[in-house]
């Protein structure tokens, strides 16, 4: 009897061997995985409006991309790796963008016959140094594809909340497009969605683990829920709840300009006459906008925040032609003359400001104020009855953080001036 159970114990050993998944090379991944990844395709008022990656994890048309993808669209298309497409349905499931919060939207489209799918994997079972495999279309370039390193499960805390979320980090290059696309493990298992990349360092990059959505479907099912102009709908809201909450309208004593100020921001005013040769003797009017302390009323020095300075001709003349035109050089020239430590780069740029012609120009040097190189921006207009100067300073590691205020700032800004 013994010999016979070993034979059996031994058949059933060799039987749950050959039905135990087998890891696959790099090349035999892509090649399994690539017909399930899609391109995602939002339109905005019937014009392309950013696109991205998504992968299919249902054969009846279910799609996981990243919703950072989708934002901002009334329409929205998927296109198959050999070259099929099909509108965007609805949307069964997705998380408004916010920092720190799973970004994940689930399409839903419809085809007639079956679609191929990723399977999916445990993200839990994964080991630091496991190879992984990454699809996406970074700036375009479809189904490109890459392999890394996975590192580990990275908690980031949500903005404003006791929320958090679980990336996976790994050293499988990704870049602006590859957002939505499959993180592979090497049984050809999708075990999360590729979403983001530190830039300040080499090769940190995270996906959203793929637990998240096996969440959602369980919790929602796999049928649409909203349409996607109502998914639109309800992150404009959210956009305009949220400006409300971080900006509050500002009109100068003297009725000299209006803008949106961010409500945490302290503002400073200071007037004086600025006495030189004709024709530069001018009244100055300068207000500052900026976070706590990071403006030094004593010295004048701005780390980050916004300085505006208008320069009103004296006893209510107007500046000369003459003295409108030499203004931009004069005022670089000025510029670096008090900061030594800064250079002007060489893309300026000309735009409106409220509908007035400005130029731009960019700065970036370190001073000894802080410890880091800073970047500032400075606009310039010059009118007969004044001459504006703008600066926008921050740390150069800050400049993400700073410019979403900068844009909101200068498209509300509005001259009092006649």
């Not at 990243?66 to 497409?85: Q, S």
């Not at 085809?111 to 079972?125: H, M, T």
Request: charged letters at 20%.
């Amino acid at each position: 009897m013994k010999p016979i159970a070993s034979v059996s114990i031994l058949c059933l050993l060799l039987y749950l061997m050959g039905c135990a998944p087998r890891k696959l090379s790099v090349e035999e991944v892509i090649q399994q995985a690539n017909p399930a990844v899609v391109s995602v395709v939002s339109f905005r008022d019937q014009k392309e409006h950013s696109s991205g990656t998504g992968f299919i994890i249902d054969e009846r048309g279910l799609v996981v991309t990243n919703y950072h993808v989708i934002k901002g669209a009334d329409a929205l298309t998927v296109r198959l790796a050999d070259g099929k497409t099909f509108p965007v349905l609805g949307v069964v499931d997705y998380n408004l963008d916010e920092d720190g919060y799973p970004d994940f939207a689930l399409l839903k489209i419809d085809s007639e016959a079956p679609l191929p799918i990723l399977p999916i994997g445990d993200p839990s079972q994964l080991i630091a140094g496991e190879r992984v495999v990454t699809i996406g279309d970074p700036i375009g370039y479809t189904h490109s594809v890459s392999s890394g390193d996975y590192s580990g499960a990275r908690t980031f805390q949500a903005r404003n909340s006791h929320d958090s979320t679980v990336y996976l980090q790994t050293t499988a290059p990704i870049s602006p497009g590859n957002s939505g696309g499959p993180l592979l493990n090497l049984y050809g298992e999708v075990i999360g969605m590729n979403t983001f990349h530190i830039d300040k360092a080499q090769n940190l990059n995270f996906s959203l683990s793929i637990a998240y959505i096996n969440a959602a479907i369980a919790k929602y099912g796999r049928s649409a829920r909203f349409t996607v102009p109502e998914v639109l709908a309800q992150q404009q809201k959210r956009d305009t709840e949220r400006f409300e909450q971080l900006f509050s309208t500002y009109d100068h004593p003297a009725k000299l300009f209006s803008l949106l100020r961010p409500r945490v921001w302290e503002t400073y005013q200071n007037d004086y006459w600025r006495y030189s040769t004709d024709p530069d003797t001018s009244y100055v009017q300068t207000s500052v906008f900026a976070p706590k302390g990071a403006y030094n009323p004593e010295t004048g020095y701005l780390s980050g925040g916004i300085r505006i300075i208008l320069y009103r001709p004296r006893n209510g003349l107007f500046w000369s032609t003459s003295m409108i035109n030499r203004w931009p050089t004069a005022f670089k020239r000025r510029t670096l003359d008090g900061n030594n430590g800064f250079a002007f780069t060489p893309d300026s740029t000309s735009f409106e400001l409220d509908h007035v012609p400005a130029m731009m120009y960019k700065a970036i040097g370190e001073n000894g104020n802080i410890r880091e190189i800073e970047v500032d921006r400075f606009i310039v207009s010059a009118r007969e009855s004044y001459l504006l100067s703008i600066e926008l300073a921050c740390p150069g590691s800050q400049q993400e953080a700073y410019d979403q205020y900068y844009q909101a700032i200068l498209q509300s800004f509005r001259f009092g001036i006649k």
